[in-house]
């Protein structure tokens, strides 16, 4: 990760996170991932899983392909299309559960807490108000507390998990059904509780989740409940929807299909195509709508009107017909948006760095401790929330005068949003007639209703007020980010920046005399800029923002201000989702590389020592390997020996071995009698003769003596067979790093379904004999295949034997050990692929390059070594 540089490196170094490791729990490890001691930096894990978006192109994926016609065809697409539109009515009806709850408890709280402080006001009783509020918010912040332990990942806004699954990683836990009950009634509890998160956030993740479960038709915590529905059974069918859930989220928290399309593009997805656009388009509209039309006829009771796009509604933003010089923006306030990007940039930069040191404060000092202590500081921040709105409403506000126009209530705002409903909303605390308070106008608000009141209150805030309220909101934010409790970062940051720009509009009006200016603009920009600097999003956000507003005159400003916020705060450390992707070690891959790293070929950043398994395997050799290594896939080889026919005598299994690499080895004059043999006339009887000629005739015999030389230097042929026999000290590099020609992949998840089904066959039958699986076969334990450390083998003979080439993928992509990282990168990519081979000139696999191999920290240690061999 960049540094901080400049005058935001008091607040960018990095904090020690390694502590007692082995006081850790599993779940904590695989938060915190592995730490380098020298420069305690977090680096990316190793035991993250990737998703299989390659398909494998075995046997049984073929029996499918063989049975499929167009009629099937489009009824597969069919069915895609209606799972899409199930998931964008879905994920807009979890938006509306939310908002409902979210909004009448807030109700209910001020309500009450509202009445006792205008009673109290005058008996001076403001204490039993404070405690009232004290006991609403910690009360309901406990529950959010409570649910985040039954679900840990369902702390936080749920976007850089989402990210991470988007960009081809497994996170555990992350798209399950509880997880997203947890996350759900959380945040309705979180919002409630005063705390200063936005709901916005973790409706992209619940609109993911929603995505990775429905298509499934069953769920892992209602193991009972189960269809069959035999479509969506691959991670590439999964992934794909997800990204139309999280897009779907995006859509109805913001009104935004579009944005939220590009967002899933944008933020997450590293593999795309076309028709996958259309769809997830189509999602976002069916959010969109879906929670229009309910939120619309459940508010004014006019079904069948769509007056409420999204969750969160910027309103129409409009001079006063009587002010002639009003003008939305104009040529000249350019500069000025330029000028509160960069500092929107570091102000966002600085946020950045202060809740990542928090971060690694609680990874060092909070999860290793008992969880209790989680909901400890949960009710903290609470309580400090809670005092800090309280005392600065009552204490720090001004009595500002009522616009004409503006109705003096204590009443929530309205949904429509007009001048007058706004201003309708203002508080009037301790402040005379047509005069009200400035500060509790906007902290005894919903955080919708305050962002709504900077953005079109026709009067006037204090300079000093919003200045105060920017630091008081700013450190609470920041604080609470991060605590065991869903939470979004998107409201509270456009708050956040809502109050800067409109500090800028009255300071510009009021001290330069800049009559032309529209504060409602300038607190639009204000927020983009902030908002920016945090999360470092531009295409999306820009038209997100240009949605929400429904002017399509901001795109100019929104887009310039997110650009330069973006490039002021890259150049002091990343964005705000992928600092807590850093901060868990997952290895996630950029958009490309840098432009130095294809000094590195394929060869330097593969991994040549490789663990391998045979076209026919014994069963014991299977067990010993799977129980023995992490890795997720295997390659099918078979050993270069010039001395074959010798060993085909002796043992049937390595005869096998070497009938399967003589028949798959495509040669040319093999494919020319192929297809001689398929037409009458062509091609001539002397071509035909020489063909035959080729592939009649034989190498000479290897010499005795050479077979008793290897057997006596304890040469194993087939090392892997004999799983209690472990390499030679005496062997050479060449012996253990021996020539093997490569023939396909196979998963670990493959393996262990052939063991747990039997497919095997004596050493005393053919290979035909072998049970044969079919796709769906394969498919039934999906996601969640088999440990195989869990299961019981001992009906199993270890000496049968397993034919693994019907169930491996045969042709999966594969590079030259000479290839450049850029093109070993964007390969990896842009495909989706868990696993690349490398393979010389002649079929030889070489070594084996995954995500960890081409993460940023991985591959400048690899160039750091290349420097140093130089």
């Known amino acids: 990760m960049a540094g901080c540089r400049g005058s935001l490196c008091c607040c960018c170094r990095w904090c020690c996170c390694c502590g007692d490791r082995e006081t850790r729990t599993p779940e904590e490890l695989t938060i915190l991932g592995e730490t380098q001691e020298e420069e305690d930096e977090i680096l990316p894990r190793k035991d993250y899983e990737s998703l299989d978006y390659d398909r494998c192109i075995n046997d049984p994926y073929l029996e499918v392909l063989e049975t499929m016609d167009n009629k099937k065809g489009r009824r597969y697409e069919a069915v895609k299309w209606m799972m899409v539109f199930a998931i964008g009515v879905c994920t807009g009806l979890v938006g509306l559960f939310v908002d409902f709850f979210a909004r009448l408890f807030t109700q209910l709280k001020f309500g009450v807490v509202q009445a006792s402080v205008e009673e109290c006001s005058q008996k001076g009783c403001l204490a039993l108000s404070l405690l009232e509020l004290l006991g609403f918010n910690l009360t309901f912040v406990f529950f959010a507390s409570l649910l985040v332990l039954i679900e840990p990942v369902a702390a936080g806004s749920g976007i850089p998990e989402i990210k991470c699954y988007l960009n081809g990683v497994k996170v555990p836990g992350i798209v399950r059904l509880r997880t997203l009950l947890c996350k759900v ?45 035999p479509y969506f059974r691959s991670d590439r069918d999964k992934r794909d929807f997800v990204s139309a859930g999280a897009a779907a989220g995006v859509a109805a928290a913001f009104g935004a299909p579009i944005g939220g399309t590009l967002f899933s593009l944008e933020e997450g997805s590293s593999f795309w195509n076309q028709g996958l656009t259309w769809r997830v388009l189509f999602c976002s509209m069916s959010a969109t709508f879906t929670l229009n039309f309910f939120r619309s006829g459940i508010q004014f009771g006019s079904w069948g009107s769509f007056q409420l796009p999204g969750l969160l509604n910027f309103g129409e933003f409009k001079c006063s017909d009587s002010d002639k010089k009003c003008h939305l923006w104009t040529a000249m306030d350019l500069g000025f948006f330029i000028a509160m990007g960069v500092i929107g940039g570091l102000l966002g930069a600085t946020f950045n760095c202060l809740n990542k040191r928090l971060a690694k404060y609680r990874m060092r000092n909070v999860h290793p401790k008992p969880k209790l202590v989680r909901v400890l500081e949960s009710l903290l921040v609470s309580l400090v929330t809670t005092m800090v709105v309280f005392v600065a409403s009552m204490v720090l506000g001004e009595c500002r005068q009522v616009t004409s126009a503006a109705q003096v209530g204590n009443d929530s705002i309205p949904l429509q949003v007009t001048s007058e409903n706004v201003n309708s909303s203002i508080k009037t605390f301790f402040c005379p007639n047509e005069t009200y308070n400035d500060m509790a106008t906007l902290f005894f608000n919903s955080q919708e209703s305050a962002i709504l009141q900077l953005f079109h209150q026709d009067s006037t805030f204090s300079p000093v007020t919003l200045a105060l309220f920017f630091i008081l909101y700013f450190s609470l934010a920041c604080w609470t980010y991060g605590i065991s409790v869903p939470s979004g970062l998107f409201v509270p940051s456009l708050l956040c920046g809502a109050a800067f720009g409109r500090l800028v509009a009255n300071v510009l009006k009021s001290y330069i005399g800049l009559g032309h200016i529209y504060s409602g603009t300038f607190a639009l920009i204000g927020a983009a800029a902030f908002l920016g600097g945090v999360v470092r999003m531009t295409i999306s956000l820009t038209v997100i923002l240009i949605e929400s507003t429904n002017e399509i005159t901001y795109g100019l400003p929104i887009m310039i201000t997110l650009m330069v916020a973006k490039w002021t705060g890259d150049f002091f450390n990343k964005g705000i989702y992928d600092i ?48 023995t290594t992490v890795h997720h896939a295997f390659p099918v080889v078979t050993e270069n020996r010039g001395n074959e026919r010798e060993f085909m005598k002796g043992n049937q299994l390595i005869s096998n071995n070497i009938k399967f690499k003589k ?20 091609p001539s009887s002397e071509l035909r003769n020489m063909c035959d000629e080729h592939v009649t005739s034989e190498e000479p015999g290897e010499k005795e003596d050479l077979l008793q030389q290897m057997l006596e230097r304890r040469y194993t042929p087939y090392p892997n067979l004999y799983p209690d026999q472990s390499p030679s000290e005496d062997w050479t590099m060449e012996e253990r790093f021996r020539p093997l020609t490569f023939h396909g992949l196979i998963l670990r998840s493959q393996l262990v379904t052939l063991l747990v089904r039997g497919v095997c066959y004596s050493e005393s039958q053919s290979s035909a004999n072998q049970p044969r699986l079919s796709y769906a076969e394969m498919a039934e334990d999906y996601p969640r295949y088999p440990d195989i450390h869990d299961l019981d083998l001992t009906l199993l003979n270890p000496r049968m034997i397993v034919d693994v080439t019907p169930y491996m993928n045969p042709a999966p992509f594969t590079v030259s050990p000479n290839t450049h990282v850029s093109q070993v990168f964007n390969l990896f990519r842009t495909m989706g692929l868990r696993h690349l081979p490398v393979v010389n000139a002649v079929g030889e696999i070489v070594g084996v390059i995954t995500r960890h191999n081409l993460t940023h920290e991985f591959l400048q240690a690899r160039l750091r070594q290349h420097y140093q061999t130089l």
């Open 663 to 682: 028949s798959s080895i495509l040669t040319r004059a093999g494919e020319q009698r192929r297809r001689s043999q398929s037409m009458k006339s062509y």
């Open 185 to 229: 009634f959380g945040v309705l509890f979180s919002v409630a509780g005063g705390l200063f998160v936005g709901k916005e956030g973790p409706m992209i993740h619940s609109g993911a989740v929603v995505g990775a479960g429905l298509p499934q038709f069953q769920s892992i915590s209602l193991r009972k409940i189960q269809f069959n529905f």
């Open 580 to 627: 807590h992707v850093g901060l868990r070690g997952v290895p996630l891959l950029e958009w490309e590389t840098e432009v130095e790293m294809d000094k590195l070929r394929a060869s330097d950043i593969m991994e040549p020592n490789l663990t391998y398994v045979y076209p026919h395997t014994r069963i014991q050799s299977l067990v010993s390997i799977l129980r």
